[in-house]
């Protein structure tokens, strides 16, 4: 083979090269399910059409029963890294158990944006659609933003144990509630930062913290969980977990 010939085949063979790797970054997905890709209203829609039709198999929080769990670590690996059109076919073809297809395009797509907001995936100002899906790619799930706090929220709080009037015991110098989530089996727990966390300006009416023997740990760094009340005169919280975390309580 002279040199010419070469040089040809060499070029022939570059052109093929660019092709494919054009080819191949043409098929990838150009947004991910990270970037808004439905709306809140869709996202409500298919939370009433999930209750109705999948919560028997997948529970209400999605952690699975007879069927697979639909978030967290099952999730991405069933479907982190694949086109969203992968999980919508799975879920058009094969749900409700026994009757898949039965439900119809949009609302298979409104239960879809329920699962990514599950997901901790961000809503956006438009509505999935089915002629999208191929162009979307899966990410692992993310934490879901705590739901805001207000009137019997359950809620965690750091602060110092002090007694109060009339034998009641306070919370003082305590951090802003945060609203705490409660999913399936996955109890919450005493967060690994408690102790670090800085106090604030926040005081809680301890409802029954004589069943945690308050007493013995007056002037304490506390870490407390329960239900928020809200008064016009003060802030109430009744207890499911009471924690020492400091034994002393400074700023």
């Known amino acids: 083979m002279n040199i010419q010939a070469a040089s040809l085949c060499f070029l022939r063979a ?25 709306s809140e209203a869709q996202a409500v829609r298919g939370l009433s059409s999930f209750d109705a039709a999948c919560t028997r198999c997948h529970r209400a929080d999605l952690t699975g029963a007879d069927g697979p769990a639909l978030r967290d670590e099952r999730f ?15 879920m058009a073809t094969t749900m409700p158990r026994g009757a898949g297809g039965s439900l119809g395009d949009d609302v298979y797509l409104d239960i879809l944006a329920h699962v990514l907001k599950e997901n901790g995936f961000p809503a956006g100002p438009k509505e999935l659609t089915v002629e999208e899906l191929g162009d979307i790619r899966v990410l692992e799930s993310r934490p879901k933003p705590p739901p805001p706090v207000g ?8 602060g110092c144990l002090a007694a109060g009037p009339n ?20 109890r919450p727990k005493t967060p690994p ?12 009416n301890l409802l029954d913290a004589l069943a945690y023997d308050a007493a013995s ?15 016009p005169s003060e802030l109430r919280m009744t207890i499911s977990a009471f924690e020492p975390i400091a034994s002393s309580c400074t700023r």
């Not at 052109?15 to 890709?37: D, F, I, N, Y």
């Not at 991405?76 to 799975?90: E, I, M, S, V, W």
């Open 151 to 158: 009137d019997f929220s359950y809620v965690e709080v750091v």
């Open 167 to 186: 034998s009641s015991w306070l919370l003082t110098n305590a951090t802003e509630p945060v609203s705490v989530t409660v999913s399936g089996e996955n």
């Open 76 to 90: 991405a690996r069933n479907f982190a890294g694949k086109d969203l059109k992968t999980l919508y076919t799975k």
């Open 217 to 231: 740990h007056v002037g304490q760094k506390i870490y407390v969980r329960g239900l928020l009340i809200k008064l």
């Open 14 to 38: 570059l052109w093929l090269v660019m092709l494919l790797a054009t080819t191949l970054s043409a098929q990838e997905p150009s947004r991910t399910v990270a970037e808004g890709v439905y």
């Open 193 to 204: 930062d408690a102790s670090t966390r800085p106090l604030g300006t926040q005081s809680f």
